[in-house]
């Protein structure tokens, strides 16, 4: 009996399952978009069961190579497809209808709230427009003196591990740098990481980072309901560093919420402790902006400076590591790129670098592409398509979710031959117009791309380029192993050696 109710059970599951997603799969059959074996409820995810973050991406590659650029996948409920073809991720990422993010962004709220990164609708379209002026020209050059500032420290600290025998993993040296620059831009605050790793709120901030890199990737943490059963230490300590994060983000915003008053008050500018002009935050711009003629509450702009704390410091952080990596183990690159950095900015180490500078260093710029193509900060990003969408020829059904996987796409030796190879001219200015741009989009294109990008290369050219003046890379330590985890890191660290530069 207890058999016979089981076996009813499922059979109507299976069928009601069946039909409900019938159309769905007529659609995606029509669309000519394959995949592999669905099974009821679960879809693919069994599949993944053998997988690993390090195994994800080889894993991803055999079903483009078994069906081709465009792959159906279920998981669980969530129903779609991956692609790591340009001409479905230009349809995708130039139409409005598809800007929409997936599920997956849901674990990023109890941090960021409904910030940029994951809003949608008017709220997205509105906060877009009231945030784009954050990265001006002229408020990214005043930028430029911290980066400078802060990647002095970083030399500066390395120098004591600059014995060309010593592997550094660049990973967590750039992370605190990254968090660094982007506490002081975002926030107008020094936060002291490099200095003070111990600094309640760095310490948050690394946690919570960690935490939502594992739950991205663990099914059995997606939901918090299952978390609070598996894993609930892990839930309490990632609500602890959200509390303490907020509390932090609230304090600095009331802060410069008063002062910004008084000075309107008084009709005076704001100061810095040294009596100079105050540089403006990007948070500065948040608190003077309105929306229908109406201020945004602190909580508004909690939830876009949190975005900002997030988006901006593990993205950069990825990036100047692994461009460290390949400078040091692609010698003539290294060279060509010292060479050119001693050109624009002389041989004074200790004299203030300028955003013209940082401009003319065209072939680091070339180098630094080449490796955000090789190995993206962001290596795949998803989007909810809401109704039935023709995108490049092919009408994709309603409720869909696609995974962009720009990792593969940036491989793709049909679009970049000799894909393994570090070539930093692939971008140089002769070669203009050969990439496709949405071949390549280590920043997403269309509206809903970074809107930090010219922030990102700031920093990431004087990080680098900091790196360059004080120390040659050594390619010392064991190879990279890239990981998807949120963004892009790699289990075998992220190693170089260093030496002191004479010269
Ligand atoms: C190497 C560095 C960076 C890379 C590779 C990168 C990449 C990306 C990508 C691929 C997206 C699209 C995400 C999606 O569609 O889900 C994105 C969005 C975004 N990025 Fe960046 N990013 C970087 C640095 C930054 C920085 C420094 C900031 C802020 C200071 C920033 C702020 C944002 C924000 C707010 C969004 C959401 C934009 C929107 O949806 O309208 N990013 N970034």
Redesign the pocket.
């Known amino acids: 009996m207890y058999l016979e109710l089981v076996a009813i059970l499922l059979t109507t599951l299976f069928v009601w399952d069946y039909l409900r997603f019938r159309r769905h799969n007529k659609m995606y059959a029509a669309a000519g978009i394959r995949g592999p074996t669905c099974y009821p409820f679960v879809g693919n995810a069994p599949m993944m069961i053998n997988e690993s973050p390090k195994t994800v991406f080889d894993l991803q590659f055999r079903l483009i190579a078994q069906y081709g650029k465009n792959v159906k996948i279920q998981m669980m409920g969530e129903r779609g497809f991956m692609t790591a073809d340009p001409k479905m991720i230009e349809a995708i990422m130039s139409s409005q209808q598809t800007?929409q993010?997936n599920n997956l962004?849901g674990l990023l709220t109890n941090w960021l709230g409904d910030?940029?990164?994951?809003?949608k609708g008017q709220k997205?379209f509105r906060?877009?427009k009231i945030?784009t002026p954050a990265?001006h020209f002229k408020i990214l050059e005043d930028f430029v003196e911290v980066f400078d500032q802060q990647s002095a420290i970083m030399a500066q600290q390395l120098h004591a591990k600059a014995d060309g025998k010593t592997v550094i993993n660049m990973f967590p040296v750039a992370c605190l740098c990254a968090m660094d620059i982007?506490a002081e831009?975002?926030m107008g605050v020094k936060i002291n990481a490099q200095l003070q790793p111990d600094f309640p709120y760095v310490q948050s901030v690394k946690n919570a980072s960690a935490t939502l890199a594992e739950r991205f990737m663990n099914p059995l943490q997606r939901q918090d309901a299952l978390m609070r059963l598996f894993y609930p230490k892990v839930l309490d300590k990632l609500n602890d560093s959200v509390s303490n994060m907020h509390s932090f983000t609230n304090s600095v915003i009331t802060e410069r919420r008063d002062l910004l008053q008084k000075s309107l008050a008084g009709n005076a500018p704001l100061l810095n402790d040294v009596g100079q002009k105050r540089r403006m935050a990007?948070l500065d711009v948040l608190l003077q902006s309105t929306i229908d003629g109406a201020p945004l509450s602190n909580e508004d702009i909690r939830e876009?400076v949190d975005?900002?704390m997030f988006?901006?410091?593990d993205?950069?952080t990825?990036?100047i590591a692994f461009t460290c990596y390949l400078l040091a183990r692609n010698p003539e690159a290294q060279a060509l790129a010292f060479q050119e950095i001693r050109d624009v900015l002389g041989d004074d180490k200790s004299a203030p670098v300028t955003m013209q500078q940082l401009g003319e260093l065209k072939y680091l710029e070339c180098v630094i592409k080449e490796s955000?193509r090789l190995f993206?900060?962001?290596p795949l990003?998803?989007?909810h398509i809401t109704q039935d969408t023709m995108l490049a020829g092919k009408l994709i059904p309603a409720h869909s979710d696609v995974v962009i996987l720009?990792y593969h796409a940036q491989r793709d030796p049909e679009y970049f031959p000799e894909p393994e190879k570090f070539l930093p001219e692939r971008f140089s200015m002769e070669r203009k117009g050969e990439i496709n741009p949405f071949a390549y989009?280590?920043?997403?294109a269309g509206?809903?791309?970074?809107?930090?990008?010219k922030?990102?290369?700031l920093?990431?050219k004087s990080t680098i380029s900091k790196m360059l003046r004080h120390f040659e890379l050594l390619p010392l330590g064991e190879e990279v192993q890239p990981v998807l985890n949120l963004i892009l890191r790699s289990s075998t660290g992220i190693n170089v050696g260093i030496k002191p530069r004479v010269y």
């Not at 509206?447 to 990008?453: E, F, K, L, M, P």
């Open positions: 800007i993010k962004y910030g940029l990164l994951v809003s997205w906060r877009r945030i990265f982007i831009t975002a990007l876009e975005t900002f988006e901006g410091h993205t950069t990825s990036s955000l993206p900060s962001v990003i998803g989007r720009i989009t280590p920043f997403s509206a809903r791309n970074c809107i930090g990008q922030f990102a290369m920093e990431m």
